[in-house]
């Protein structure tokens, strides 16, 4: 059985009058990714905040390899990768430097230190522009080499909040695939995220926060479920329409369909499994199907569901 | 200790690659001190006064008056006193504004005298050295002072029932006496540095804030750029980052003075005085210096506020410190002058400048007491600086 690495309980934050994290409580396996998604201003940052020991909690606790963890605790802190929202980086040291700076603080030194930050350089890619001032790197490079630093110390836990915000697609995609990568090779990963297809894509459990409180959390399939929906299929196709869906009709998984000027529109409980029997049944019925689209209940519909508004609000 | 140097190393890096940093630590107070050495007057022992003499008379009275009085003045080099035939030639080198004054002894000066009568004593002054002028007449007055003396002298002895044989020789015999005025030009050097060390210093030391101001502002920028949260997740203490980024602006303070030290020194020759009190002087003067800013820093609510109230610290410390002209002349400013760290760190190079090395010990004590009261109330009040 896996190690829980990250567990926090009860973690409450307040403002004055105002609570901008209330109860929360969160626990991630090595290997796991968790993504915490909700829109900005839920409170995603605060937590990760608490999370990391850089902000004081009001009540909760939190445990880092099951040693208690707060802003004080310097071997915990060795413990964790933190790649903040904003770019921390010094713009007039070079990558290396920068790479050099954080791993020293992190007690990195030698050739152990040259070596790691060889190592991460080449994980971000950035290797040929090492000793290059970072003023002159492009947004999506610092941007990698901001991630390279929370990766300099190998940590149990990595924490990244929200590292694709103002990302072009290339090098998001890259941050994906090295987040998903580092996963793969053991750590426990918390990503915090608005962007619901990120959730979707990279995370094995997805926890739902909004307003400060956890919703909802589970691995996809988990929160969808929530929902009791199914998933909608739509067929763009000519022929006997209405023989098909007499036929469709009878099919135990699909529970309703319609007839529509160009095709025909189904509610399967779901989709995927079931889409070849499906195709097959319109194929007997005559009907020659142009395109196929699946519409599955999705993330935002779990947090339009819990919450009453849209992720991106 | 080692996280303390590896931010402080950080921070000295990234200050040694801050042109506006290096604009405000080396290139303004280099410049501006060699500017202000070239052109202006030296501010301590720099008074100098030319004057022409024109002895008409060649009597006893003006004799004493050339010989004893204005001989006298030469003696310091303060003074340089020149001798012309006659007076339209001393009138042409005023004109000329070739000497500050003139003394003219017009023929009959020491006859009238010895006679009782009036006697004149004329003095032309260069309208554009209007000191030099003045203290020109106050030679000429303090000598008809003891002139006067010397009369009243004979008529006190004459009016109480002495007798006076030879009353014309005694009152040469008064005139006689010693020189009636002294000036001494080494009163003002002993106390002033030279123009060539005094404003290096004082611009170094007035810059000297500005560096410590944007070395602070570093501290509050790392909020803003949003490093200081890594900093704060990394497995570092706060009071340690704060320490290492203040040691990293005392560097960069030690490396801006040390740098002006030894430039001025060698393009308008500088003369700080024995190394270990400059050395002494200066560390005081740059931890001091950046304890100051910092606990300013402490109070400012955004980056904008703390920097605008450490450059106008900085300003007021420079004027009233005596950092652009000596303010030991001025009494109400020399009073509030030692409430800044300029005035002292400018009066341990002063007194220094005698050689002692225990001279700078009461500045230096000052400027370590300082620093160690501005460092202890920044870290009392840590959380205003080193926060997310």
């Not at chain 2, 009243?152 to 005139?175: E, I, K, N, S, Y």
């Not at chain 2, 106390?191 to 000297?208: C, K, N, W």
């Not at chain 2, 960069?252 to 030290?261: E, K, N, T």
Request: with cysteine.
């Amino acid at each position: 059985m896996a190690e829980v690495v990250l567990r926090c309980e009860g973690l409450r934050k307040a403002y004055g009058t105002v609570v901008a994290i209330d109860d929360l409580g969160i626990e991630i396996t090595e290997g796991e990714t968790y993504g915490l998604l909700g829109p900005n201003g839920a409170g995603k940052t605060t937590a990760i905040s608490m999370i990391v020991g850089i902000l004081a909690r009001d009540a909760g606790s939190v445990t880092i390899d099951g040693q208690p963890h707060d802003v004080h605790r310097t071997a915990t802190k060795r413990l964790i990768g933190y790649v903040p929202q904003e770019l921390a980086l010094y713009p007039d040291l070079t990558g290396r430097e920068n790479l050099h700076f954080f791993g020293r603080l992190h007690g990195l030194s030698g050739r152990e230190l040259r070596r790691r930050g060889d190592e991460v350089l080449d994980v971000v890619g950035l290797s040929d522009r090492a000793g290059q001032r970072v003023r002159t790197y492009s947004g999506g490079m610092s941007r990698r080499l901001h991630i390279g630093v929370g990766l300099l110390n190998r940590p149990r836990l990595l924490v990244l909040d929200e590292p694709t915000v103002g990302v072009d697609p290339q090098s998001r995609n890259a941050i994906l695939d090295n987040v998903r990568q580092l996963a793969g090779q053991g750590m426990a990963v918390l990503y915090t995220t608005h962007y619901m297809e990120e959730a979707e894509r990279l995370c094995d459990r997805v926890g739902i926060i909004d307003s400060g409180r956890l919703r909802a959390e589970g691995t996809r399939r988990d929160l969808v479920t929530m929902l009791d929906r199914e998933d909608e299929v739509e067929l763009l196709a000519d022929g006997d329409l209405a023989a098909a869906a007499q036929a469709l009709a009878e099919l135990a998984e699909v529970s309703a369909v319609d007839v529509r000027e160009a095709g025909l529109r189904l509610l399967v409980a779901e989709a995927g499994p079931n889409l070849p029997q499906i195709l097959a049944t319109t194929g007997r019925a005559g009907v020659t199907v142009r395109s196929v689209q699946v519409r599955e209940p999705n993330l935002e519909s779990v947090f339009l569901h819990l919450t009453g508004k849209a992720l991106r609000d | 200790m080692r996280q303390i140097f590896v931010i402080a190393t950080k921070d000295l890096r990234l200050h040694l690659r801050n042109s506006t940093l290096l604009l405000f630590g080396i290139v303004l107070p280099l410049g501006l001190a060699v500017l202000f050495s070239t052109v202006l007057d030296d501010p301590g022992g720099g008074f100098q006064a030319r004057y022409v003499v024109a002895d008409e008379d060649r009597g006893p009275a003006a004799n004493a008056f050339v010989t004893d009085v204005l001989g006298a003045l030469t003696a310091e080099s303060t003074f340089d006193v020149q001798r012309v035939a006659a007076a339209t030639e001393a009138t042409r080198m005023v004109d000329r504004g070739a000497v500050d004054a003139a003394f003219i002894v017009p023929a009959g000066f020491s006859a009238d005298i010895a006679a009782g009568r009036t006697a004149t004593l004329r003095v032309l002054g260069d309208v554009d050295s209007p000191i030099a002028a003045y203290v020109a007449r106050e030679i000429a007055q303090s000598y008809a002072t003891e002139v006067r003396g010397g009369r009243l002298a004979v008529a006190v002895t004459v009016a109480g029932g002495g007798r006076v044989d030879d009353p014309a020789g005694f009152a040469a015999r008064v005139q006689a006496l010693p020189p009636p005025l002294t000036v001494s030009a080494g009163s003002t050097a002993d106390h002033e540095l030279a123009s060539r060390t005094f404003y290096p210093a004082g611009m170094a030391v007035f810059f000297l804030f500005f560096v410590a101001m944007l070395s602070v502002s570093t501290i509050l920028a790392e909020r803003t750029t949003g490093t200081m949260p890594r900093l704060l997740a990394a497995p570092v203490r706060r009071p340690t980052i704060l320490v290492g980024k203040l040691l990293g602006g005392v560097g960069i303070g030690l490396v801006a003075m040390s740098v002006l030290m030894v430039s001025s020194t060698l393009l308008i020759g500088a003369r700080w005085g024995p190394p270990l009190g400059v050395a002494a002087l200066v560390t005081a003067l740059v931890l001091a210096a950046t304890g100051l800013m910092a606990l300013v820093a402490t109070a400012a609510r955004t980056t904008e506020q703390a920097t605008g109230w450490m450059s106008t610290l900085a300003v007021l410390m420079g004027m009233f410190g005596g950092t652009f002209a000596p303010l030991a002349r001025v009494e109400g400013l020399a009073v509030l002058s030692y409430a800044t760290p300029h005035r002292w760190f400018l009066q341990g190079l002063t007194d220094l400048a005698g050689g002692d090395l225990r001279a700078v010990v009461v500045p230096v004590v000052v400027l370590l007491g300082l620093a160690a009261a501005t460092f202890s109330l920044t870290l009392l009040r840590i959380g205003k600086l080193v926060r997310p």
